[in-house]
């Protein structure tokens, strides 16, 4: 029997040091591109780094760095190098010329996952106008085949007019895809007042936190999850009762640092649920050492789409995978965020700062009853105002998804 499953792509990452990112912080963030790119299907085989107070602006790294790369790749054979910023239309260009291989950004990355992932026409409607847009100021790189691309007298030739021709297909395009999301966003909009005055609350947190695992939980349905970044790009909202308080809760796309522009705006569509609701429960992964850096880049993010402004329920899951260095009486080194107990980390701003929080594992269900009561107590400050005489009868009919 024949083996037709695509064979896995072998890369490897680059990214720099540079005054607004340490040497830690740049192997945190090339550890996370390591993940996207398992996510997308790549073997990832080494990490390169640099120091450089500013990217090349021809080449991104320095002419030395580039040349240990591009040793690196012919001599193991690699398909991919893959950059952790995003790298312009002259950086790609000579990029693949130095390497002769496949170079790919983090944005190219990311716009590839959401392109698998995207199951609704909606969210391959948005995917599909963030790749466009994407694609329109790179389009001279796609013909560099063409010999008389170069210009100059007696270069003028096909590859020319073809830029040209393409660049006013992909502006149709756009304008096309941008009219469909508009209708698109129409119907969605009367989805939600379909629903009525139910209370509405919305699932946010950094990709891969356990929102989805959250939702199952909650609303004990069978939520697509599992340990990949965007494993969730459409909205899946359901309804849940907690005691006698019926609401709506929704799952939503997770967010991630140096989520491409262009999909920010194409998603802001997906988004509008989390804008429309009356409360968030921000979903943070304690275990990971880098949370607190997580946590402001989703706050950072709801603010971009104006909902930075609602009630928010912080949860902080996964404390069934938290682990810390204990410190023994006789170390006197100074104590780091890495030797905080859970106890430590309870007793902390976070628990301090006026804002809802619980520390809980969705996975195993560890004060799953103290997570319903705390939304229980939220969700009734506002159903009160709203059915004032205790109607709980109020019933509405929803999709088990968005689409």
Not at 331 to 345: M, V
Request: net charge negative; glycine share 4%; with cysteine.
């Amino acid at each position: 029997m024949i083996d037709t499953r695509p064979e896995t792509e072998v890369a490897i990452l680059v990214g720099l040091i540079n005054e607004d990112q340490d040497e830690k912080q740049a192997k945190e963030y090339l550890d996370e591109l390591e993940f996207l790119a398992d996510t997308a299907g790549a073997e990832v085989k080494k990490q390169f780094l640099q120091r450089l107070a500013m990217p090349h602006p021809v080449t991104f790294v320095g002419s030395g760095k580039l040349e240990e790369i591009s040793e690196y790749v012919k001599a193991h054979e690699i398909d991919t190098v893959i950059f952790d910023d995003e790298l312009s239309p002259i950086q790609l260009r000579n990029l693949e010329r130095s390497l002769e291989c496949k170079v790919l950004d983090r944005t190219n990355l990311i716009l590839d996952i959401f392109a698998k992932r995207a199951q609704t026409a909606h969210a391959k409607t948005q995917v599909e106008l963030a790749q466009y847009q994407y694609l329109l100021p790179r389009l001279t790189r796609m013909w560099t085949h063409l010999e008389r691309q170069r210009g100059g007298i007696g270069m003028r030739g096909p590859g020319e007019a073809q830029i040209e021709t393409d660049r006013r297909i992909i502006l149709d395009k756009i304008s096309h895809l941008k009219e469909q999301l508009k209708k698109i966003d129409k119907q969605k909009a009367t989805q939600r007042k379909n629903r009525g005055k139910l209370v509405r609350v919305a699932l946010v947190g950094y990709t891969n936190v356990g929102k989805s695992t959250l939702m199952n939980m909650l609303s004990k349905s069978e939520v697509f999850a599992e340990n990949k970044l965007f494993a969730t790009l459409d909205t899946t909202v359901r309804k849940v009762v907690v005691g006698n308080l019926p609401f709506l809760l929704a799952d939503t796309v997770g967010f991630i640092r140096k989520l491409p522009h262009g999909l920010v705006e194409s998603f802001k569509s997906t988004l509008d649920e989390v804008r429309e609701s009356d409360i968030l429960v921000h979903v943070v992964d304690i275990s990971h050492s880098g949370f607190e850096e997580q946590i402001d880049i989703v706050n950072s993010t709801l603010q971009e789409i104006d909902a930075g402004d609602k009630p928010i329920i912080y949860v902080f899951n996964k404390i069934d995978a938290f682990t810390f260095v204990e410190k023994e009486d006789d170390d006197l080194s100074e104590t780091t965020k890495a030797n905080y107990s859970l106890d430590d980390w309870k007793k902390s701003w976070m628990a301090r700062n006026n804002t809802p929080s619980l520390f809980i594992s969705a996975l195993e269900k560890t004060n799953f009853d103290e997570l319903k009561d705390l939304l229980y107590q939220e969700i009734k400050k506002i159903h009160v105002t709203r059915f004032p005489y205790n109607d709980f009868l109020y019933d509405v009919s929803i999709d088990s998804e968005e689409e």
